[in-house]
């Protein structure tokens, strides 16, 4: 596609929306700031890229673009449900429940955050979406784990590194497909050889986290579980994950499996007495909602804001053709076999990082990748790995994308001893910091190609 939106001042003018963004973000992370910083970020960066554009016209124009694609709404509406269901569960009693149960049956500290990442990644598997799984894992092991002995950082990098092995390894997963068909490859056979860097990678975290992973003293822990008092009927809410989680295997949409959640966990909570119906909703007089509902609903207003400014900046990184700059920079620069995998990782990481969508990313780069690839000798299967990899790296280890502002949107709702700002999250992300060490040990040395297979005509 032409680019349609000129800057002034050639690339320097196309980058200074994304570089303010970025020194924005390191201002707010080096602040410990919430997701708010980030949502001053990139709408600083969508402020300033106006003096530079060539067409104020084009430019909003191409913001508007941004918000019509349809990962935009599902993304929103799913924050929004999500945040729903995870207060019926919250508001129940059920979490601390679970928790009292795990604590006095000592299963606690760095063996429930190496349970948590097991169960994360078995669910993102079957699943294939790593953004669904936050929303039924986060509401439930998160908090439990913390009231387990858990530091809330750790816990939150157990969940999104499960959650990125699912997506780098699930044959559902939208980058699984992507990275299969754009090189022309059977699925099969992609999944089967892509164990070559997932299942070491899955390894090597398990193993940081049973190392590493903090957790508080475990005599507090055991004091608090003796002393709380449980409520049994609470339990009756893990009617909502579990009706998500089907839904999701029954190959429903994410938003439907969350609406569906939503309506088993609401008359399950009015069957057993947990909730009223003022309890969810309610209109007191004096121009004014309150509830359940309403409350979640409004608690995601910072979330959502930053999804219309990193959106918004897409349609405009987009339409200034900086995807084609892109992949023309990775044409000139493959030159070789090391040099072409090399070059593959660091255009699809890069784009990665700048979408926040690893599917967009492999969509965008796929068709260069195959012809540059073909011609070095690199094979299909092949390709399809370093491209999935390498988008379950850098996609995952950005503060900015999806992958660590809901995360720690999730977080903050537990209350403010819960909260994990954004930036902490990459640090803790073991598979995808293992998943780089795989990608660049396997680039120098040849790892994972195996036996060479030949991609069907």
């Known amino acids: 596609m032409k680019a349609s939106l000129e800057f002034r001042f050639g690339m320097l003018g196309k980058l200074m929306p994304i570089l303010t963004a970025i020194v924005i973000i390191i201002w707010a992370a080096c602040s410990q700031s919430n997701v708010n910083g980030y949502v001053v970020a990139f709408f600083c960066a969508l402020v300033v890229g106006i003096l530079f554009a060539k067409d104020d016209k084009a430019y909003g124009e191409a913001i508007v673009y941004g918000l019509t694609k349809p990962m935009f709404a599902v993304i929103t509406l799913a924050v929004i449900l999500a945040a729903v269901s995870g207060k019926l569960i919250s508001a129940s009693g059920m979490v601390q429940t679970l928790a ?10 760095k063996l429930f955050v190496a349970a948590t990442f097991l169960i994360t990644c078995l669910l993102a598997f079957s699943t294939g979406t790593s953004v669904g799984t936050y929303f039924v894992v986060i509401p439930i092991l998160f908090p439990v784990g913390v009231m387990a002995g858990v530091t809330p ?4 990098g157990a969940i ?15 980058t699984t497909i992507a990275s299969s068909a754009t090189q022309k490859a059977d699925l099969g056979l992609v999944v089967k050889t892509r164990t070559r860097y997932s299942i070491p990678a899955a390894l090597g975290a398990l193993i940081l986290f049973l190392l590493f992973a903090k957790t508080t003293d475990a005599n507090v822990v055991m004091e608090w579980g003796a002393q709380a008092s ?14 998500i989680i089907v839904s999701c295997l029954m190959k429903k949409h994410l938003i439907a499996a969350l609406s569906y959640g939503i309506i088993g966990g609401v008359i399950a909570g009015m069957a057993v007495g947990i909730y009223t119906l003022s309890d969810l909703i309610a209109f007191p007089g004096g121009f004014s909602v309150k509830g359940l509902i309403i409350d979640s609903i409004t608690g995601t207003i910072g979330t959502i ?8 900046l897409l349609g405009v990184m987009e339409r200034s053709g900086i995807f084609e700059d892109i992949g023309s920079l990775l044409n000139r620069s493959a030159k070789g076999r090391r040099g072409t995998e090399a070059t593959i990782v660091l255009a699809t990481g890069i784009l990665s990082m700048l979408t926040g969508v690893i599917s967009v990313a492999i969509v965008a780069l796929g068709d260069l990748v195959c012809e540059i690839g ?6 299909a299967y092949r390709r399809a790995n370093l491209l999935d990899c390498t988008g379950c790296v850098f996609c995952f280890l950005a503060p900015w994308t999806v992958h660590s502002v809901i995360p720690a949107q999730q977080s903050a709702q537990f209350g403010e001893a819960f909260a994990v700002a954004p930036a902490s999250v990459p640090l803790v992300n073991y598979y995808s910091i293992c998943m780089l060490v795989i990608l660049v040990f396997a680039i120098v040395t040849g790892y994972g190609t195996g036996k060479k297979i030949h991609s069907k005509p």
């Open 100 to 109: 009292i149960y795990v604590v006095n049956a000592g299963f606690t500290g």
């Open 153 to 156: 950082e750790f816990m939150i």
């Open 160 to 174: 999104v590194s499960g959650a990125a092995f699912g997506d780098n390894l699930g044959p559902i997963s939208d």
């Open 230 to 243: 449980a409520k049994p009927a609470s339990l009756v809410m893990l009617v909502v994950p579990v009706i």
């Open 305 to 312: 804001a930053m999804l219309i400014a990193i959106f918004a």
């Open 374 to 379: 073909e011609k070095a000798g690199v094979d």
